[in-house]
């Protein structure tokens, strides 16, 4: 990645993340939160204005799902974009096994250098494509993040998932509605008979993250 002025400063962490995430941890995000604040932004990937509140907004609301995922789990990221949730999530759990999926190249090549220099390529893969479009995943646990609409949403995951595969999607306080309108398709994968709400970093963050969450039965 090219030299920057650090213009683009990351704030510090919020306390409560250290207490529930570990000072390690917190230090791994730190540094992925240092690149989005500065290549993330030359690029495009994410903007200025998100610098100040890149740990709320994007870092630990990332890293709350990690709650939700079993050990030693493989996990597709839908449509990752600049590595969020799934570099937030292989930097908070070591476990993980994780593959990024996102079409665009310039995306791609942002999270192939960030993966180099967060030291997770032993963890971490990336497929550049269409979620529609790429070889199945065969994970146990898909996730995305303001991608699209539930609709659309599982009909792009769940076919990454493995038979007894589970998406979890963030989403916000409409989730009851689009778990609704994507009745259908959740139908068409089985995944329609146990879909939940989960709520994840109850006790650390400000506004906790709600998860849809659906198991793919065939």
């Given at each position: 990645?090219?030299?920057?002025?650090?213009?683009?400063?990351?704030?510090?962490?919020?306390?409560?993340?250290?207490?529930?995430?570990?000072?390690?941890?917190v230090?791994?995000?730190?540094?992925?939160?240092?690149?989005?604040?500065?290549?993330?932004?030359?690029?495009?990937?994410?903007?200025?204005?998100?610098?100040?509140?890149?740990?709320?907004?994007?870092?630990?609301?990332?890293?709350?799902?990690?709650?939700?995922?079993?050990?030693?789990?493989?996990?597709?990221?839908?449509?990752?974009?600049?590595?969020?949730?799934?570099l937030?999530?292989?930097?908070?759990?070591?476990?993980?096994?994780?593959?990024?999926?996102?079409?665009?190249?310039?995306?791609?090549?942002?999270?192939?250098?960030?993966?180099?220099?967060?030291?997770?390529?032993?963890?971490?893969?990336?497929?550049?494509?269409?979620?529609?479009?790429?070889?199945?995943?065969?994970?146990?646990?898909?996730?995305?993040?303001?991608?699209?609409?539930?609709?659309?949403?599982?009909a792009?995951?769940?076919?990454?998932?493995?038979?007894?595969?589970?998406?979890?999607?963030?989403?916000?306080?409409?989730?009851?509605?689009?778990?609704?309108?994507?009745?259908?398709?959740?139908?068409?994968?089985?995944?329609?008979?146990?879909?939940?709400?989960?709520?994840?970093?109850?006790?650390?963050?400000?506004?906790?993250?709600?998860?849809?969450?659906?198991?793919?039965?065939?």
């Open positions: 990645m090219s030299d920057l002025p650090e213009s683009n400063e990351l704030p510090p962490p919020p306390p409560a993340a250290i207490a529930a995430l570990g000072a390690d941890t230090e791994r995000l730190a540094a992925y939160g240092r690149l989005l604040a500065t290549e993330g932004v030359v690029r495009g990937l994410i903007g200025p204005r998100e610098v100040p509140r890149l740990w709320d907004r994007h870092l630990l609301n990332c890293a709350a799902p990690a709650e939700a995922i079993p050990p030693g789990a493989r996990v597709a990221d839908i449509g990752s974009g600049a590595g969020l949730p799934g937030v999530l292989a930097l908070v759990r070591d476990d993980l096994k994780i593959i990024l999926v996102e079409p665009l190249q310039r995306r791609c090549d942002f999270l192939i250098e960030a993966i180099d220099q967060l030291g997770l390529a032993k963890r971490v893969t990336v497929r550049r494509g269409k979620a529609d479009i790429v070889e199945p995943c065969q994970a146990d646990i898909v996730t995305s993040r303001a991608v699209s609409a539930l609709e659309q949403l599982a792009w995951s769940l076919p990454h998932a493995k038979i007894g595969g589970r998406l979890l999607a963030l989403k916000g306080q409409r989730a009851p509605e689009e778990i609704a309108a994507a009745g259908p398709v959740l139908a068409k994968w089985g995944a329609d008979t146990d879909v939940e709400i989960v709520t994840c970093g109850q006790t650390w963050l400000e506004q906790p993250v709600l998860l849809v969450r659906a198991t793919r039965r065939r």
